[in-house]
T-cell receptor
């Protein structure tokens, strides 16, 4: 069935360093890959997404890359700040066929040490 | 522009009881999905409603049921509650006709079963 794997499960970086989170997906029909940030006790919030017709997307300090052949996608955060500390979830879906059913990875707990 | 709203925010129920959670989607959205997020895990897809019908369902028992109203709001019902049903229940809204696949989460309802 559909599955999204995510690594690492925990990540600790020094403030100012970069953080990279990697995901793989099983459904080759997936064409939409959002990333969510969830702070403790709060809802997941969409921070960036990428569609299968592009290989890379950047928004300030955050970038995502997608390799459809390998079914890999990654989140890159540069110049990390303490407020980046949170759990990050990658996800995959197949709109319009799957009608927005989004499959989430297990999450990466990122800690940015001041 | 109203976001996704959920109620109640927190509730405690006893094993065997029934619970109803409510969700109003983001303004302009027509599709509501429900997710269960256990502590330390990613959101798990329960089901999705569109045009007042259940369109997709994840791997959840029949104890989990739902409804969508003509104004697109939705309810999640869980019968015969088990301790393992304790989780954050997230409602997500999207626009099927937009075919973009982007979903937005509400703040969630924290359910504790004792």
């Amino acid at each position: 069935g559909e599955n999204v794997e995510q690594h690492p499960s925990t990540l600790s970086v020094q403030e100012g360093d970069s953080a990279v989170i990697k995901c793989t997906y099983s459904d080759s029909a997936s064409n939409y890959f959002p990333w969510y940030k969830q702070e403790l006790g709060k809802r997941p919030q969409l921070i960036i997404d990428i569609r299968s017709n592009v290989g890379e997307k950047k928004d300030q300090r955050i970038a995502v890359t997608l390799n459809k052949t390998a079914k890999h996608f990654s989140l890159h955060i540069t110049e990390t700040q303490p407020e980046d500390s949170a759990v990050y979830f990658c996800a995959a879906s197949n709109p319009p066929t799957s009608y927005d059913k989004v499959i989430f990875g297990p999450g990466t707990s990122l800690s940015v040490i001041p | 522009d109203a976001g996704v709203t959920q109620s109640p925010t927190h509730l405690i129920k006893t094993r065997g009881q029934q619970v109803t959670l409510r969700c109003s989607p983001k303004s302009g959205h027509d599709t509501v999905s429900w997710y269960q997020q256990a502590l330390g895990q990613g959101p798990q897809f329960i089901f999705q409603y569109y045009e007042e019908e259940e369109r997709q369902r994840g791997n959840f028992p029949d104890r989990f049921s739902g409804h969508q109203f003509p104004n697109y709001s939705s309810e999640l019902n869980v019968n015969a509650l088990l301790l393992g049903d304790s989780a954050l229940y997230l409602c997500a809204s999207s626009l099927t006709k937009g075919r973009l696949g982007t979903i937005y989460f509400g703040e969630g309802s924290w359910l504790t079963v004792v």
